[in-house]
């Protein structure tokens, strides 16, 4: 069974910076393309970066372009979402998934495998 464990959410006021981390244990890592989503309080999940196999090919949000960065290290099993600039509305709960067909898929129904989240709140 795959497993997603993501970490580095927290606090932090706007303009700061964060740096998401996710650990995939149980299959096979570099096979899976992976996407971050967001879900805020009475929102949809929404699709933040996805990250090919290789990490050769990447795709955000719009709005979080320039700001975001997703990336991947296949030898630690383990894929990265560096947000910086961030705003109020980054406020979410933050999301890794796995999709171990290897796609890159912009909707959440594209991934079989999820984490628990981490949580990311920007003060004004």
């Known amino acids: 069974q795959v497993q997603l464990v993501e970490s580095g959410g927290g606090l932090v006021q706007a303009g700061g910076s964060l740096r998401l981390s996710c650990v995939v244990s149980g299959g096979t890592f570099s096979s899976c393309g992976m996407g971050w989503f967001r879900q805020a309080p009475g929102k949809a999940r929404e699709l933040i970066a996805t990250i090919t196999r290789s990490g050769g090919t990447t795709n955000y949000k719009d709005s979080v372009k320039g700001r975001f960065t997703i990336s991947r290290d296949n030898a630690k099993n383990s894929v990265y979402l560096q947000m910086t600039s961030l705003k109020p509305d980054d406020t979410a709960l933050y999301f890794c998934?796995?999709?171990?067909?290897?796609?890159?898929?912009?909707?959440?129904?594209?991934?079989?495998?999820w984490g628990q989240g981490t949580q990311v709140t920007v003060s004004s």
């Open positions: 998934a796995a999709d171990p067909l290897g796609g890159l898929g912009f909707e959440a129904s594209d991934y079989e495998f």
